[in-house]
């Protein structure tokens, strides 16, 4: 099946610095999503992004799908921005999602 | 948002013993999903549904067992529990579009 690895493993910022979190895939795919998992567990999609780049206020994502990566910028990291970051990817002849496993972030006051 | 509920959220049980966990969402997805969580491994994905009867295994599906009675429903059975299989679940829904995969709250299931 597919592959999904994600970097780093562990990030550490002061509030106010910027991250870019990386997630390479070994296969096309047709459906990539990044999730957030806050530290009370709960698991929140950020960006439905296969190719492109999307914006979401501070967060923004960009899937070079040819390319085999996608990344996930963080701006003006708060702390409430802390958690897990986690990409997940479709194949195109899979009929499921893969998860990577994740990109845990501590955002420090 | 999928409404997406799971149940119970906690659960203490013993080895031996079958545990079955529910999935309710009220958005008529077609597509839902049970997945674990444990330290070091991500969300790996135990049993899927795509429609009311339709079930298919995931990655680590030994030990589990699904329904799907009706679209709201997807339950998760272990039919006699292991320690092993100690983790957090997360249920997760989509449409038919099957693109973006929202999630319940989860379950957290200690077998001691």
């Known amino acids: 099946g597919i592959q999904v690895e994600q970097s780093p493993p562990d990030l550490i910022l002061q509030e106010g610095a910027n991250s870019t979190l990386r997630c390479n895939f070994s296969?096309?795919?047709?459906?990539l999503q990044w999730f957030h998992q806050n530290p009370w567990g709960q698991l929140i999609n950020l960006f439905y992004?296969?190719?492109g780049t999307k914006q979401n206020g501070r967060l923004s994502a960009t899937t070079v799908a040819t390319e085999r990566y996608s990344l996930l910028y963080i701006s003006s990291s708060q702390t409430t921005d802390s958690g897990v970051y986690f990409c997940?990817?479709?194949?195109?002849?899979?009929?499921?999602?893969?998860f990577g496993d994740g990109t845990t972030l501590t955002v420090k006051p | 948002d999928a409404g997406i509920t799971q149940s119970p959220r906690h659960k203490v049980t013993e080895t031996g013993t079958p545990v079955t966990l529910r999935c309710h969402q009220t958005?008529?997805?077609?597509?839902m999903y049970w997945y674990r969580q444990d330290p070091g491994h991500g969300l790996r994905l135990i049993h899927y549904?795509?429609?009311?009867?339709?079930?298919d295994k995931g990655e680590v599906s030994d030990g589990y067992s699904v329904s799907r009675s009706k679209t709201e429903d997807f339950l998760l059975t272990l039919e006699s529990a292991t320690s092993s299989q100690t983790s957090v679940y997360f249920c997760?829904?989509?449409?038919?579009?099957?693109?973006?995969?929202?999630f319940g709250a989860g379950s957290r299931l200690t077998v001691l």
């Open positions: 997760a829904a989509t449409g038919s579009g099957a693109n973006v995969l929202t």
């Open positions: 997940a990817v479709k194949g195109t002849n899979a009929g499921k999602s893969t």
């Open positions: 992004i296969p190719s």
């Open positions: 296969d096309s795919v047709n459906n």
């Open positions: 549904s795509y429609g009311v009867k339709d079930t």
């Open positions: 958005e008529n997805h077609r597509y």
